[in-house]
């Protein structure tokens, strides 16, 4: 008796049929995902039609079985390139809202920010200025004689 005389075989036909009909009118990636979940994944539509395999007869089986990996593979490989058409769709259209002007300007760079030190040290200086103190930048590091002994301080003075 051959396989195409199988009620499984006429099954395994109307769900490859019907799923790559609904295949075709995917147009989102999480839509796709649930056709792949219900048809091929582990309680999918072909899943439950290739567990009725095994209440075959032994000599029915290899070719129910051949059928059914064949529809499986049809499947897969449509749902393959659905999932690239479906990318490919939203690489296009993300790539024609994002166009890039390459003749603007680009952006400013920043410089970064002031040490926290110097910005204490510059509102301190601010308050001292407000009360009426001037405001004198020197070098960092003076020298004895500018310190002290010009000042008349005595050299033995702690």
Same mark, same amino acid.
């Given at each position: 008796?051959?396989?195409?005389?199988?009620?499984?075989?006429?099954?395994?036909? +109307?769900?490859? +049929?019907? #799923?790559?009909?609904?295949?075709?009118?995917?147009?989102?990636?999480?839509?796709?995902?649930?056709?792949?979940?219900?048809?091929?994944?582990?309680?999918? #539509?072909?899943?439950?039609?290739?567990?009725?395999?095994?209440?075959?007869?032994? &000599? &029915?089986?290899?070719?129910?079985? &051949?059928?059914?990996?064949?529809?499986?593979?049809?499947?897969? #490989?449509? $749902?393959?390139?659905?999932?690239?058409?479906?990318? &490919?769709?939203?690489? #296009?259209?993300?790539?024609?809202?994002?166009?890039?002007?390459?003749?603007?300007?680009?952006?400013?760079?920043?410089?970064?920010?002031?040490?926290?030190? +110097?910005?204490?040290?510059?509102?301190?200086?601010?308050? $001292?200025?407000?009360?009426? $103190?001037?405001?004198?930048?020197?070098?960092?590091?003076?020298?004895?004689?500018?310190? $002290?002994?010009?000042?008349?301080?005595?050299?033995?003075?702690?």
């Amino acid at each position: 008796m051959p396989a195409y005389d199988n009620p499984l075989v006429a099954e395994l036909e +109307t769900v490859r +049929t019907q #799923a790559l009909g609904e295949l075709d009118t995917m147009s989102d990636l999480t839509d796709l995902d649930a056709w792949r979940i219900q048809y091929l994944g582990r309680r999918g #539509a072909l899943t439950q039609v290739m567990r009725g395999i095994g209440q075959l007869p032994p &000599q &029915q089986r290899p070719e129910v079985g &051949q059928v059914s990996n064949d529809v499986k593979a049809i499947l897969e #490989a449509a $749902f393959d390139n659905r999932v690239d058409v479906l990318k &490919q769709k939203r690489l #296009a259209t993300t790539l024609a809202q994002e166009q890039l002007d390459v003749t603007l300007p680009g952006f400013p760079v920043s410089l970064g920010r002031l040490h926290p030190t +110097t910005q204490i040290l510059r509102e301190i200086t601010g308050i $001292f200025a407000d009360m009426g $103190f001037q405001v004198y930048d020197s070098r960092e590091v003076e020298s004895d004689l500018y310190n $002290f002994e010009l000042l008349n301080i005595p050299p033995y003075h702690p």
